[in-house]
Nanobody, 121 residues
Framework: QVQLVESGGGLVQAGGSLRTSCTASGSFFRLDAMGWYRQAPGKQRELVAAITRGSRTTYADSVKGRVTISRDNAKNTVYLQMNTLKPEDTAVYYC???????????????WGQGTQVTVSS
């Protein structure tokens, strides 16, 4: 099992910046892809950014140029640096990770509890 704990959310004014982090713990061999999703009230959960173990990244069009995802494999931690935040970025941000077994098989998909990001206008 993998536990994901997020931190770093909060309230910020439009144009400001926030950095969220997510650290994985528990029993697993290795983490493969990690990412951040968000869910605003009344909307579906959507991908914000994802990163492979080799640091290949994917971004939602709505955040490209404003958001950077990174990871520290030694610390089992993924980061999300968000700049030039907009009110429409307001949502609960969830960390996501996929584990891999020692034999290279898919181990499971895990979610954090979420951290609130609120951007005031």
């Amino acid at each position: 099992q993998v536990q994901l704990v997020e931190s770093g959310g909060g309230l910020v004014q439009a144009g400001g910046s926030l950095r969220t982090s997510c650290t994985a713990s528990g029993s697993f061999f290795r983490l493969d892809a990690m990412g951040w999703y968000r869910q605003a009230p009344g909307k579906q959960r959507e991908l914000v950014a994802a990163i492979t173990r080799g640091s290949r990244t994917t971004y939602a069009d709505s955040v490209k140029g404003r958001v950077t995802i990174s990871r520290d494999n030694a610390k089992n931690t993924v980061y999300l640096q968000m700049n030039t935040l907009k009110p429409e970025d307001t949502a609960v941000y969830y960390c996501n990770a996929e584990s891999v077994t020692e034999s290279g098989m898919f181990g499971g998909t895990y979610w954090g509890q979420g951290t609130q990001v609120t951007v005031s206008s």
